[in-house]
């Protein structure tokens, strides 16, 4: 079986000013790279990102697409493997099936890369990422880049694993463990 790190988009890789879809406003978070270099033999990488901008007509899939697709080349480049961006483009009014904390595309992930999803982590700057990491019976850890500082006290009663400030300190506690 392989181990999974699925990690959030929007504010755990790349900044995000709020509904972030244009190229010229792609900015990678500070040590992303050296982050995923440090899990990259051990995990198989996933991206689960909530896009309401799509579903509410802020930005077209197409749009989606181009800026995910450069963030893509831009790891491929550094020999970084996304295996599945999974997506979900509704709105929550829309109550569809797919929108975070819904474990359904960790649930797809498993079955299509055969993972381990007790010992995958999910890493994410809202709380429903930890939601989801926890409903799907993952480790998660809540990172303070994006919205994670200023979400921190919704939380409540969910409780990630770890707290870290970025990526790169979550890659490091994850090798500790
Ligand atoms: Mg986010
Ligand atoms: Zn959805």
């Not at 749009?63 to 970084?80: A, G, Q, S, V």
Request: net charge positive.
């Amino acid at each position: 079986m392989n181990k999974a790190v699925i990690l959030d988009r929007d504010g755990v890789l790349n900044c995000d000013p709020g509904y972030v879809h244009k190229i010229e406003d792609f900015r990678l978070i500070n040590k992303v790279i050296d982050a995923l270099k440090l899990l990259k033999n051990n995990f198989k990488f996933f991206i689960v990102t909530n896009q309401s901008g799509i579903g509410r007509g802020f930005f077209a899939l197409e749009d989606f697409e181009k800026f995910n697709n450069h963030l893509i080349d831009i790891l491929k480049k550094n020999n970084i493997i996304i295996e599945k961006t999974y997506l979900c483009p509704h709105k929550p009014e829309d109550n569809c099936d797919c929108r975070k904390p819904s474990i359904k595309f960790i649930k797809e992930s498993e079955k299509e890369f055969n993972i381990d999803l007790k010992n995958s982590w999910v890493i994410g700057d809202l709380p429903c990422d930890i939601k989801m990491g926890k409903n799907a019976g993952c480790k998660t850890i809540y990172v303070l880049t994006g919205h994670g500082e200023k979400h921190k006290n919704n939380l409540n009663n969910i409780k990630p694993d770890f707290i870290a400030k970025n990526l790169y300190e979550a890659a490091k506690i994850i090798n500790a463990q």
